[in-house]
């Protein structure tokens, strides 16, 4: 059971133009979700975070978009830039870090950034 | 700030044997994750250690264990290795009980032949 779906492989998107990362949740239990970037032969680095009090969060380039209502979140990257050709990863859990916890991931998105 | 750093890059075995992985945390932080990649996949949770003890497991056979050392240091252990055991493997570190924020290593590729 994919508690944390993504539900494009990939995504392919012009330089300078707005991508959109998409990411569904089915756990009503998760109030808190990170995103994460990957390049190849590198692990993956924390990008930006949300918690279930607000519905947007912001820093620079990047917006995470949560609503709850239909437990679906949205990285968007404007604009996009070649440096963003990655794998991004939704990632969620309950709010509080706790040994009953863990952070339950998606299976990622390649974003390809096109010049 | 050094990061987390893991080893051996990259690690071949032959199905049977035993592959152990080495993670260093981040200077401060006690809590020590690790994660298998397979192919085409997510991360999938194998195991979370914070000052020395297992807080919680995933959903793997127990010829997957590990430890943690008094510096914070973690071992992954994995026995009686099979193919499927292939894999990137990825340890994280974090500032226990505070945040879910994980900073993780390059990995260990292995190869089970």
């Known amino acids: 059971d994919q508690q944390v779906k993504q539900n494009s492989p990939s995504l392919s998107v012009q330089e300078g133009r707005i991508s959109i990362l998409n990411c569904d949740y089915t756990?009503?239990?998760?109030?808190?979700f990170l995103w994460y970037k990957k390049y190849p032969a590198e692990g993956p680095t924390f990008l930006i975070s949300?918690?279930?009090i607000k519905d947007k969060n912001e820093d620079g380039r990047f917006t995470v978009f949560l609503n709850k209502s239909a437990k679906h979140l949205s990285l968007h990257i404007v604009p996009s830039q070649p440096g963003d050709s990655a794998v991004y990863f939704c990632?969620?859990?309950?709010?509080?870090?706790?040994?009953?916890?863990?952070?339950?991931w998606g299976a990622g998105t390649k974003l390809i950034i096109k010049p | 700030e050094a990061g987390v750093t893991q080893s051996p890059t990259h690690l071949i075995k032959t199905r049977g044997q035993q592959a152990t992985l080495r993670c260093s945390p981040i200077?401060?932080?006690?809590?020590v994750y690790w994660y298998q990649q397979a192919l085409g996949l997510g991360l999938q949770f194998l195991l979370w250690?914070?000052?020395?003890?297992?807080?919680n497991r995933g959903n793997f056979p127990p010829r997957f264990s590990g430890r943690q050392f008094p510096n914070y240091s973690s071992e992954l252990n994995v026995n009686a290795l099979e193919l499927e055991d292939s894999a990137l493997y990825l340890c994280?570190?974090?500032?226990?009980?505070?945040?879910?924020?994980?900073?993780f290593g390059n990995g260990t590729r292995l190869t089970v032949t």
């Open positions: 990632a969620a859990s309950p709010r509080r870090v706790d040994s009953n916890y863990q952070l339950i």
């Open positions: 756990n009503s239990m998760f109030d808190y």
């Open positions: 200077s401060g932080h006690t809590s």
């Open positions: 994280a570190s974090s500032r226990t009980g505070i945040e879910w924020t994980l900073h």
């Open positions: 949300i918690s279930s």
């Open positions: 250690y914070d000052e020395g003890e297992e807080r």
